[in-house]
């Protein structure tokens, strides 16, 4: 379905038509009409199926109604018309983005964003100003609300993105109290992986009888992902594993993850010192440093990230070709987010997992999730030694313990993205000039972190 049969503004179509996009994808094309209607959606898609386009068109849309109505644009210290929320930092800049882009071509449009982790003046300017969309994480726009800076009597379009990830992070009681301050006669979009639980009680306490729309959950087969599984006997094994992957010329940009921040800096380090541009990306790094290390992905002077689960949240770039698992996610939904950074944009992408014996209750769980066996792969050269098997095992039986779930190197940390252990190192590299003067990248600690505790 074409753009143009939607019914959308020609300053949206143009802008869809400046950025490539002629057809719609089956979430935006079964979502923007009801929205367009005012209607309340339930929206279950699955990562890079295009919802993000599903709800800012129609809040755009929202934008140029109420302007042609009242002849102007939105006054000064009114309060955003629309409301997003998100679970991190980079998702909420990423959708600010989205709105930025296909909103291009609607004169004096004000879209701002409130995150944590970045100084409160601007936001506390962008705040009293004519605000037409605000994007926001939960914990920031609670801090905001309190103070009395944001206001938000004048919300007409609430929308959840990703609301199963908030309710993850504990955000259940401050969307709440967000939602409890908005008009009640609002209209309100709510996009999750999944309404299972907790997150279909949200929607039946938010929404007004809403429109359900299922366009792809985890079980459906992501036909542009081709998904491998790598046994590896030992942590030195799978180091070898990845080092032989990441020399591979098919690899355009690759996204590796790990378990804990920990592990992200130490490998980082590891990878900058073969020689590799990468640099590390979790949610202990600065805003500042976290914004410099994306624009280095997207300008592509970066070649690998190693990344957590949290800050990767939000990552949408076309260009990357790799995705490594070499920690195993904490729960298993997560390998459906994470996989779901390749193969983007019409592209194909390779997601590889590097297992050890302990990760194959990690997989078995995957694997139930998915309804899908990942096959395993060798490499000439590199085969295990041992053998292996994670066939998916019925639910309540054995294998499944906390421990199995951790990958790594030795003695890395069970824990998550919020719990970096003391003394971690710093990140592999910083943005400068090589040591030959071409831009490029510094060695390690001289411009993303102060010297730590070596010194360096």
Do not use: C
């Not at 490594?324 to 997992?353: C, F, Q, W």
């Amino acid at each position: 379905m074409s753009f143009d049969s939607l019914g959308l503004h020609e300053a949206l179509t143009q802008a869809l038509a400046t950025a490539g996009y002629t057809a719609a994808t089956e979430v935006q094309a079964r979502a923007i009409p009801p929205a367009l209607e005012g209607r309340d959606l339930m929206v279950a898609s699955s990562t890079g199926s295009g919802k993000t386009a599903s709800f800012a068109l129609p809040a755009l849309m929202r934008v140029l109604r109420a302007r042609e109505q009242s002849r102007g644009p939105r006054a000064r210290g009114a309060g955003p018309r629309v409301l997003v929320l998100a679970p991190t930092r980079e998702l909420a800049q990423q959708v600010a983005r989205a709105f930025s882009d296909y909103g291009r071509h609607v004169r004096g449009l004000n879209v701002a964003t409130v995150v944590g982790g970045v100084p409160y003046g601007a936001q506390l300017r962008a705040l009293r100003g004519a605000l037409d969309v605000l994007i926001a994480t939960p914990g920031r726009l609670m801090d905001h609300m309190a103070s009395g800076q944001a206001l938000l009597a004048g919300v007409e379009l609430l929308v959840l993105d990703e609301a199963d990830r908030m309710l993850d992070m504990g955000f259940i009681d401050d969307i709440h109290h967000i939602a409890a301050a908005l008009p009640p006669q609002r209209q309100t979009l709510m996009f999750s992986a999944t309404f299972a639980g907790e997150a279909g009680r949200l929607a039946r306490s938010l929404l007004r009888e809403p429109q359900r729309i299922d366009v792809a959950s985890h079980t459906d087969t992501h036909a542009d992902i081709e998904q491998r599984l790598h046994w590896a006997d030992d942590p030195a094994h799978k180091n070898a594993l990845l080092d032989h992957i990441l020399t591979e010329r098919s690899v355009e940009q690759a996204l590796v993850f790990t378990s804990t921040q920990r592990d992200a800096d130490w490998l980082a380090e590891r990878l900058a010192d073969m020689g590799h541009a990468v640099a590390a990306l979790h949610g202990g790094m600065p805003q500042g440093r976290r914004n410099r290390v994306l624009q280095g992905l997207r300008s592509r002077q970066l070649r690998v990230l190693v990344a957590t689960d949290v800050a990767a949240r939000g990552i949408d770039v076309p260009t990357i070709s790799h995705v490594i698992n070499y920690g195993l996610p904490m729960k298993a939904e997560d390998y459906v987010h994470r996989i779901g950074r390749t193969g983007r944009a019409g592209r194909s992408g390779l997601a590889v997992t590097l297992a050890e014996r302990r990760d194959a209750g990690m997989i078995q769980r995957i694997q139930r999730f998915t309804t899908q066996r990942i096959p395993a792969a060798t490499i000439g050269g590199l085969e295990p030694k041992r053998s292996f098997d994670a066939a998916p095992r019925p639910p309540g039986r054995g294998g499944d313990r906390p421990g199995d779930r951790r990958g790594g190197r030795p003695g890395a940390s069970p824990q998550g993205d919020w719990a970096a252990r003391p003394g971690a190192r710093p990140a592999g590299r910083g943005f400068g000039p090589r040591p030959d003067g071409r831009p490029g990248f510094k060695p390690a600690g001289k411009s993303f972190a102060k010297p730590g505790p070596r010194g360096r």
